[in-house]
């Protein structure tokens, strides 16, 4: 009777086996909110493509959704650290220079008015993964 070998995990050429990874730590690709402040503000994404948001605070908040600065038309729950991410979609359709304005507005607090943590900027851009002043300057430039 043949003796099955033994399979062993390979390490890389040049790295001892057991050793820690050097590989950089990936920084979250979208809008971190800490303290109650999003960032970054503005946020270029390009239509059609997700709009991720992290919460790393203790409380809950409303991302309340304007159009035109005046009135909220859509409210959606950020939930707190332990399990607050949340993704929104940029419209496929919109145009570069397209922005949406929110809020970010603790839920013990009552809702009301852009002075709730806000106004903060989503901008539909060809600017995406380049700087923030790249966004404030597509921003500007509408």
């Given at each position: 009777?043949a003796k099955?070998k033994?399979?062993?995990?390979s390490?890389?050429a040049g790295k001892?086996?057991g050793a820690?990874s050097s590989?950089p ?6 809008i971190?909110?800490?303290q109650g402040?999003?960032?970054?503000d ?5 239509p059609?493509v997700?709009?991720?948001?992290k ?8 991302i309340?959704l304007?159009?035109?600065?005046t009135?909220?038309i859509?409210?959606?729950l950020?939930p707190?650290?332990s399990?607050g991410?949340?993704r929104?979609?940029?419209?496929p359709?919109a145009?570069?220079g397209?922005a ?6 603790p839920t013990s607090e009552v809702k ?6 806000g ?7 060809d ?9 404030k ?6």
């Open positions: 009777m099955e033994s399979k062993k995990k390490t890389p001892k086996p820690k590989a730590v990936s920084v979250y690709a979208g971190n909110v800490l402040t999003p960032s970054p503005p946020y270029p994404v390009a059609g997700a709009i991720p948001f919460n790393n605070d203790a409380t809950d908040y409303y309340q304007y159009v035109g600065n009135t909220p859509v409210d959606v950020l707190k650290a399990t991410v949340l929104l979609m940029a419209d359709r145009a570069l397209t949406c304005t929110y809020a970010l507005t009301g008015g852009i002075t709730g943590g106004p903060h900027t989503i901008v539909i851009s600017t995406v993964g380049k700087t923030a002043n790249s966004a300057a597509a921003v500007s430039g509408r």
